[in-house]
């Protein structure tokens, strides 16, 4: 039987593009388009590891991840969660001219808040982070290495 893996993203063509290159390697996928119907789909489908954008509306992706570690019956799902903040935020800044002040140190620092938050609370971090733009062969591989084939 295929391992299931289930793609949380809110950007459609991502989830199209990654539940296509898990197919392609034999695995079963399902998808949600933000974290409330992530969570639901975790609940009924029982996946063999969730692929998690981290900023999603209705659900973001740490606050789905936070309710996952809390749960009993999810704390050890293998969770690969997809950042494209830091190719972002790493271009904007590069856009501003006072090399002294960068625009979007708060939204980093509510992101090292998030993290040590969960660090603090006991809360196993996710497996592993992906930047976006998403690599579908490291993606995969990442997978692999989680669950195997």
């Known amino acids: 039987m295929a391992k299931k893996v289930l793609v949380v993203d809110d950007d459609e063509n991502t989830v199209k593009f990654l539940t296509t290159a898990l197919k392609e390697n034999g695995y079963e996928t399902l998808s949600a388009l933000n974290g409330k119907d992530g969570l639901e789909k975790i609940r009924s489908e029982h996946p063999d590891l969730v ?3 981290v900023m999603m509306p209705k659900k973001t992706g740490f606050v789905l991840f936070k309710q996952l570690r809390r749960d009993d019956e999810f704390k050890d799902l293998p969770v690969i969660m997809l ?3 830091a190719e972002v935020l790493e271009g904007l800044d590069t856009q501003t001219e006072d090399d002294d002040v960068k625009p979007f140190d708060a939204l980093r620092e509510a992101m090292r808040k998030s993290i040590r938050e969960m660090r ?4 196993i971090k996710p497996n ?3 930047d976006k733009p998403i690599d579908p062969e490291l993606v995969v591989a990442r997978v692999k290495e989680l669950i195997g084939s």
């Open 128 to 130: 592993m982070f992906i």
């Open 120 to 123: 603090d609370e006991g809360l």
């Open 83 to 85: 950042t494209g903040v």
């Open 51 to 53: 692929v998690l954008d």
